[in-house]
Antibody, heavy 116, light 111 residues
Framework: QVQLVQSGAEVKKPGASVKVSCKAS????????IHWVRQAPGQGLEWMGR????????NYAQKFQGRVTMTRDTSISTAYMEVSSLRSDDTAVYYC?????????WGQGTLVTVSS | QSVLTQPPSVSGAPGQRVTISCTGS?????????VDWYQQIPGTAPKVLIY???DRPSGVPDRFSGSKSGTSASLAITGLQAEDEADYYC???????????FGGGTKVTVL
C-alpha cells in the first residue's frame, strides 16, 4: 500500500536550517507530486509547496519563496524539504502528502521545534 | 487568512445533524476543482473523510457526506456521535496559486 514515512522530530535554534525527509513506498515515486503542508501549534493546515519527483521542479507558496527548498532523490524514493533561517514561528508539524489514487496519502508528520 | 472559508466551530447534541460550509472562489472550487474533507484528532495526521466532493474512502461511516455547488462545498454529519469531536478541514486546488488551498478548520463539539 502507498506509504510515506517521515524523519523524526527536530529541535533547532533560531537562524539554523532543518531538512525533513519523506520516504515513499508502494507506488511509482516519479509519477506523482509530493506536497508539503505545515501546522503550527493550535493552528490550521498551511500548504508550503510541491515538487515533481520526475523533473525535480518545485513551486512554492509565496510566503515560503526563498526560504524553503524542496528536493528529491529518486534512487531512494525520498523527498526532502529544507527550511532555512528558522524563526520561532516556524515551530510546527510538517507533513508530506502525495495524491496517488483517489485521495492523498499523508506522512505521519515531523515536529520541528525552534527554540533558543 | 485562509483561501477557503469555514466556520470556526459548530456544535450539536448526540444524534443531531450538523453541516460545515466551505466557501471558495472562481479560481478554486468554482473552477471545478474537487474538494476533499479531512478529520483531524489533535496530535494526529489529518485523515481523509470525503474525496472528490462526495466520495467516502472505505471504512468511513456513511454518516459523513459531502456536496459541492458553485464556489462552495459542505460536509454533513448525521447521527452525531461523541467520537466525531475533532477538527475538520476542506481542501481544494487553486489555479492562481498553483497549489493546494485549505479552509481554516472547523471544530465540531458534541454537546
Amino acid at each position: 500500500q502507498v506509504q510515506l514515512v517521515q524523519s523524526g522530530a527536530e529541535v533547532k535554534k533560531p537562524g539554523a536550517s532543518v531538512k525533513v525527509s519523506c520516504k515513499a513506498s508502494g507506488y511509482t515515486f516519479t509519477g506523482y507530486y509530493i506536497h508539503w503542508v505545515r501546522q503550527a501549534p493550535g493552528q490550521g493546515l498551511e500548504w508550503m509547496g510541491r515538487i515533481n519527483p520526475k523533473s525535480g521542479g518545485a513551486n512554492y507558496a509565496q510566503k515560503f519563496q526563498g526560504r524553503v527548498t524542496m528536493t528529491r532523490d529518486t534512487s531512494i524514493s525520498t523527498a526532502y524539504m529544507e527550511v532555512s533561517s528558522l524563526r520561532s514561528d516556524d515551530t510546527a508539524v510538517y507533513y508530506c502528502a502525495t495524491p496517488t489514487g483517489d485521495f492523498p496519502t499523508w506522512g505521519q508528520g515531523t515536529l520541528v521545534t525552534v527554540s533558543s | 487568512q485562509s483561501v477557503l472559508t469555514q466556520p470556526p466551530s459548530v456544535s450539536g447534541a448526540p444524534g443531531q445533524r450538523v453541516t460545515i460550509s466551505c466557501t471558495g472562489s472562481t479560481s478554486n472550487i468554482g473552477a471545478g476543482y474537487d474538494v476533499d474533507w479531512y478529520q483531524q484528532i489533535p496530535g494526529t495526521a489529518p485523515k481523509v473523510l470525503i474525496y472528490s466532493n462526495s466520495d467516502r474512502p472505505s471504512g468511513v461511516p456513511d454518516r459523513f457526506s459531502g456536496s459541492k455547488s458553485g464556489t462552495s462545498a459542505s460536509l454533513a454529519i448525521t447521527g452525531l456521535q461523541a467520537e466525531d469531536e475533532a477538527d475538520y478541514y476542506c481542501q481544494s486546488y487553486d489555479s492562481t496559486l498553483s497549489g493546494w488551498v485549505f479552509g481554516g478548520g472547523t471544530k465540531v463539539t458534541v454537546l
